[in-house]
């Protein structure tokens, strides 16, 4: 067996992982990161991710301090406007159904903008996420509030940052190194056990920070926790994150919290793998749904397509694609519908039908209720609002009227030939029950006692997100709670 010794000992190499490495290493502490998957799948979840991220601006300076100086052309092409802390805890509050701890919420927008300056001084860069936001008759952008910049590259853009980061400065991560428990005793946490090359290895330390994930990647965990038919939903992200960080702290006796059968899955494409790979990244994505309708097996609508935007909608629409027959449902477009459609429908492995009428589409369409979808797109085009004028540059209430499922903004008839149809199903992002910490990143027992030497960041805390997520909080909350729990260890 062997032993290293370092004072903070990190599980987990993706975001929070690598801003609890950087920032304990900032506090003059030695720091090692022990990574479950080989070097060349490095990066979690993280690395799998859009990279768009959610943080509080005042608008365009405070974008610029992010992105560099926005030329007058691209001023002239945008309307930034601004994100403000009250605005953050609207949305977090609302999309959570007013769940989410205050302290959680607090960190995580409070420490949001000064975390991004942070990141971009680690050598993070950053654009303006133009795709998703309101488009202006004019053909000028309005931000919608929420994520306004995207990192460059992407996920792989802010690993391969931060991993340079790391390797500048020499913090040293182990991979293909699986953590399996924590070393502890009446006094707290002093280090974990790892398995290694069929190796055991023993980590010695003061603090141990579990940055490791949720349980999204573990068939029977997903089962016994989210529910039945969980175990058929797609992985959209790594596969190593099968909750054995979560396992490890509540065999000690930590305090589970949050939503634990709740968790972030999204529109993904009927071909794609049960679980997902790099060279795949996003390809799978399927959220241009408001641009359509979606029908299951039985030829029904089942849910409000244009309830919000994207962004505070995509996250629950996994869980409800999940609940349809056969977990499969199709997205539909008409002409006008699918000039809409991101580049990633376009992918050669898209479960994609194209025909010249509906009737035709839906002969395609294996496993529906033909009739029965053939009679739901006759209803749904009657009843849009033709009274109300199309707007893509707000939520403009062009509804439905009469339908037992609205469609309650954005809704136009499918009436334009060629028509499309996606095939979807559920993919699951991540969960979001997790572990109690206290602001300092600290774990707590079951008796709501601090554990000392352990902490926790990233998906492994509990109380942020229930029910559904605003898109771009991910990485945030891995970035803010990484740092939080670096901090919280470098002073253990
Ligand atoms: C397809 C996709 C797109 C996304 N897009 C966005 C987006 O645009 N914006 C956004 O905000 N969020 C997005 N997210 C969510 C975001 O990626 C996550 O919330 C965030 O990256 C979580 O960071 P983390 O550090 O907690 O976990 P991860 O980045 O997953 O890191 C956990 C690490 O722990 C390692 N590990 C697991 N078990 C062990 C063990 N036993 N021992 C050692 N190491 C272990 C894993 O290998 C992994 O490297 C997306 C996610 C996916 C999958």
């Given at each position: 067996m062997h032993t290293h010794t370092a004072d903070v000992v990190i599980v987990g190499a993706g975001l929070s992982g690598l801003c609890s490495a950087l920032t304990a290493h900032e506090a003059g502490k030695s720091v090692i990161v022990i990574e479950r998957a080989p070097i060349e799948e490095r990066g979690g979840n993280t690395r799998f991710s859009n990279g768009a991220m959610r943080a509080v601006y005042r608008g365009v300076e405070d974008i610029e301090a992010l992105v560099g100086e926005i030329g007058e052309a691209e001023r002239a092409r945008a309307d930034f406007g601004e994100y403000t802390r009250e605005q953050y805890f609207d949305d977090l509050g609302r999309v959570t159904e007013y769940r989410v701890h205050p302290d959680m919420a607090g960190l995580l927008i409070d420490r949001s903008r000064e975390t991004m300056l942070w990141l971009r001084a680690q050598g993070v860069r950053f654009l303006p996420l133009y795709e998703w936001q309101f488009k202006l008759p004019d053909g000028r952008i309005k931000f919608s509030g929420g994520s306004a910049v995207e990192c460059l590259g992407g996920g792989d853009g802010i690993s391969t940052s931060l991993f340079a980061a790391c390797e500048k400065k020499n913090i040293h991560i182990h991979y293909d190194t699986r953590v399996l428990s924590l070393v502890e005793d009446a006094g707290g946490v002093h280090g974990v056990m790892a398995r290694s090359d069929g190796d055991d290895v023993r980590y010695e330390t003061g603090a141990v920070v579990l940055a490791c994930g949720g349980f999204e990647a573990n068939t029977e965990m997903r089962t016994r926790y989210l529910g039945p038919s969980w175990d058929l939903a797609r992985v959209r992200g790594s596969r190593f994150n099968t909750g054995d960080g979560l396992r490890m702290a509540l065999d000690i006796g930590a305090m589970a919290y949050g939503h634990w059968s709740g968790c972030h899955a999204s529109s993904w494409d009927f071909n794609a793998p049960e679980t997902n790979e790099l060279a795949f990244g996003t390809v799978f994505k399927r959220d241009d749904?408001?641009?359509?309708?979606?029908?299951?097996?039985?030829?029904?609508?089942?849910?409000?397509?244009?309830?919000?935007?994207?962004?505070?909608?995509?996250?629950?629409?996994?869980?409800?694609?999940?609940?349809?027959?056969?977990?499969?449902?199709w997205q539909i477009f008409d002409a006008k519908g699918s000039a809409q459609l991101h580049g990633e429908y376009r992918v050669r492995q898209s479960a994609r039908f194209q025909a010249a009428t509906l009737e035709e589409l839906i002969g395609k369409l294996e496993g529906i209720n033909r009739e029965k979808a053939v009679a739901t797109i006759r209803d749904f085009n009657a009843a849009v609002r033709a009274d109300i004028p199309y707007d893509a540059g707000r939520k403009d209430g062009r509804g439905t009227r009469g339908l037992a499922i609205p469609k309650s903004n954005w809704a136009l008839a499918l009436d334009e030939g060629p028509f499309e149809a996606y095939a979807v199903t559920c993919g699951i992002t991540f969960t979001f029950g997790g572990l109690r910490i206290d602001t300092d990143g600290r774990v707590l027992d079951a008796d709501a006692r601090v554990i000392p030497g352990l902490y926790a960041a990233g998906e492994m805390v509990g109380g942020l997100f229930y029910f559904n997520y605003p898109g771009g909080a991910g990485l945030m909350s891995a970035a803010v709670f990484g740092r939080v729990a670096g901090e919280g260890a470098a002073r253990a």
């Open positions: 749904y408001l641009a359509g309708i979606v029908l299951n097996a039985n030829g029904e609508r089942f849910f409000d397509e244009g309830a919000d935007i994207r962004s505070l909608t995509y996250a629950k629409l996994g869980r409800a694609i999940l609940a349809q027959p056969s977990q499969i449902a």
